[in-house]
């Protein structure tokens, strides 16, 4: 059984930063690449940052210049670093790993966390 779980998230002043982590565990033969999105009332999940196994990164316009993504050696723990946080970067926050088990290690599928919510006050 594979877990994916997000922590960090919480209630921050506008211009304030928090840190997110999301590891995962369980059988994991590997982990590919992983990201961050995030859905607020109303809209669509959409993606906040993603990162490769080779340590590529990829971010949303919004994101760009104030939040930073980053992995463990390990590969199995994300960060989401968030600076300069805007009252719309309100939302929960979702990690998602592409990754194989280990019972199925030629069959690689996406694994979702739970969510953390995340809160910029005005």
């Known amino acids: 059984q594979v877990q994916l779980v997000e922590s960090g998230g919480g209630l921050v002043q506008a211009g304030g930063s928090l840190r997110l982590s999301c590891v995962a565990s369980?059988?994991?033969?590997?982990?590919?690449?992983m990201g961050w999105y995030r859905q607020a009332p109303g809209r669509l999940r959409q993606l906040v940052a993603q990162?490769?196994?080779?340590?590529?990164?990829t971010y949303a316009g919004s994101a760009k210049g104030r939040f930073t993504i980053s992995r463990d050696n390990a590969g199995s723990t994300v960060y989401l670093q968030m600076n300069s946080l805007k009252p719309e970067d309100t939302a929960v926050y979702y990690c998602?790993?592409?990754?194989?088990?280990?019972?199925?290690?030629?069959?690689?599928?996406?694994?979702w966390g739970q969510g953390t919510q995340v809160t910029v006050s005005s």
């Open positions: 369980g059988s994991i033969f590997s982990v590919n690449g």
């Open positions: 998602k790993a592409r990754l194989r088990e280990s019972a199925r290690p030629t069959y690689e599928s996406d694994y």
């Open positions: 990162i490769t196994s080779g340590g590529t990164t």
